[in-house]
């Protein structure tokens, strides 16, 4: 099997990134220790396909403490850390991916790293899920099962299952509440606000942010946009979030409108073309763009690029576009996720208990397969409550337990 880093003098600062996030991701220390003592991964091969920085490491190491054999790589061009890259790669993962990859570099990265004909996937995305389908089932002859990280994947997974193209079980970690309640929300609402803030080094307070989608990051990124001090404005197409962004005090607008009075745009909708020509011809000059979503297709480029007179790289993840009146529009880290192509992604905390779901569901699934069918599952909700319990331990919190007499109301025994 390949290994395709870009450069292995590099594996020092990856490593020191994999231990600082380990200090700080207690569940999954736990969960390492427990899969040493039990080896339920005993022989097993694992592909990961995840945003390749020093918290996807750290899954690695944990899967592989169970006793898998793990291969690695991005699920993101500019997301993958070269550092993190090597560091793997130094400890004898196989590991595929480099920043800023082209798209067919990319495309290899993900054969490569199917080529050992793995056992269970990782997918964040579902672009391992995609090419086992669509273009190499030779590679998904030893395949029993995967787990899907985001909620695209999930969409993606989703289509296949209603055509009947699913071949495989597949485990909706993302659907969890142990995930996307936490990293969809709290994550996604910090991690995007640090992209934006560290790439553009301006003030959020006063300006009025768009936040394209009122789901599980939608909330999250206008939740701490109100705490910078912003306007928040929020466009949606679900009557009901619209009402829930109403009533969370957030001004509810068509993009159109929103366009004309946005300074800070952020998409986090899951769909394509959110913001176009039509937004782009009305945008303030100095507006800044970026997506939260897992594809880039959310701002659309392309009519960017056309409306364009000049683009020009302002500075590392801005790049400008200069209107024919004179504007400026700028979009940052090309339209790809903000916070991990322009920032670290999730805090660790967050993927702690986001990566803990994802561990104990590659075991759930190399314990399991032989009982599961070709079709989406939902994470047991066993393993939901042990990593919540795990959590509010490492936090110190205590929760109180229902009494015998309690149970027996709640269950109408006693009504
Ligand atoms: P969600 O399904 O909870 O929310 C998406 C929202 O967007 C929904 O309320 C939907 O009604 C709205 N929406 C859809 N099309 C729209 C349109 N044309 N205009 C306005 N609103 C529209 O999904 P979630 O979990 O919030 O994820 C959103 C995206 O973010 C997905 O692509 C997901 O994979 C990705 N994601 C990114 C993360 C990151 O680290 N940046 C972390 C987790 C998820």
Request: a negative charge; one cysteine or more; charged letters at 25%.
């Amino acid at each position: 099997m390949k290994t395709n880093i870009k450069d292995i003098t590099l594996a020092n600062s990856g490593k020191q990134k994999i231990e600082w996030v380990a200090k700080h991701m207690p569940l999954l220390g736990k969960i390492e220790n427990d899969f040493a003592k039990t080896r339920p991964l005993d022989g097993v091969k694992v592909a990961i396909s995840v945003h390749l920085e020093a918290k996807t490491a750290r899954l690695a190491y944990v899967i592989r403490s169970a006793g898998a054999e793990v291969a690695v790589t991005g699920c993101n061009v500019l997301s993958t850390q070269d550092d993190v890259a090597a560091a793997l790669a130094a400890d004898g993962f196989i590991v595929n991916g480099w920043y800023n990859a082209t798209d067919e570099e990319y495309h290899q990265h993900l054969v490569n790293t199917l080529e050992f004909k793995p056992n269970v996937i990782i997918d964040d995305g579902g672009d391992l899920l995609k090419i086992l389908t669509d273009e190499r089932p030779d590679l998904g002859t030893e395949l029993w099962g995967g787990c899907e990280e985001t909620t695209t994947g999930i969409a993606r997974i989703r289509a296949l299952e209603n055509t009947g193209a699913l071949k495989f079980s597949m485990i909706a970690v993302n659907d969890a509440d142990c995930k996307h309640l936490f990293d969809n929300r709290y994550g996604t609402g910090q991690s995007v606000w640090d992209g934006i803030n560290r790439t553009t080094n301006l003030i959020v307070a006063g300006k009025t942010v768009v936040v394209a989608g009122y789901g599980w990051c939608g909330k999250g990124i206008a939740m701490r946009a109100l705490g910078f001090g912003a306007k928040v404005v929020v466009t949606e197409i679900d009557p009901i979030k619209a009402i829930e962004a109403h009533m969370d005090g957030f001004d509810v607008m068509l993009m159109a409108a929103a366009a004309v009075v946005g300074d800070i745009f952020v998409t986090a909708t899951g769909c394509e073309k959110i913001i176009t020509t039509e937004h782009f011809k009305v945008m303030k000059t100095g507006a800044v763009m970026c997506n939260a979503g897992h594809f880039d297709v959310e701002i659309c480029k392309p009519d960017l690029e056309q409306l364009s007179v000049d683009i020009k790289q302002e500075r590392n993840n801005i790049t400008g576009y200069k209107m024919a009146d004179g504007r400026e529009l700028y979009l940052l880290a090309d339209g790809r996720l903000v916070n991990l192509a322009a920032g670290d992604g999730h805090p660790a905390e967050i993927m702690d208990m986001s990566f803990a779901i994802q561990a104990l569901s590659v075991a759930f699934v190399a314990e399991n397969y032989e009982k599961l069918q070709p079709k989406m599952y939902n994470v047991p909700r066993e393993i939901d409550e042990y990593v919540a319990r795990l959590k509010l331990d490492a936090m110190g919190l205590k929760i109180d337990e229902l009494t015998d007499e309690q149970k027996r109301y709640l269950s109408g025994e006693i009504l």
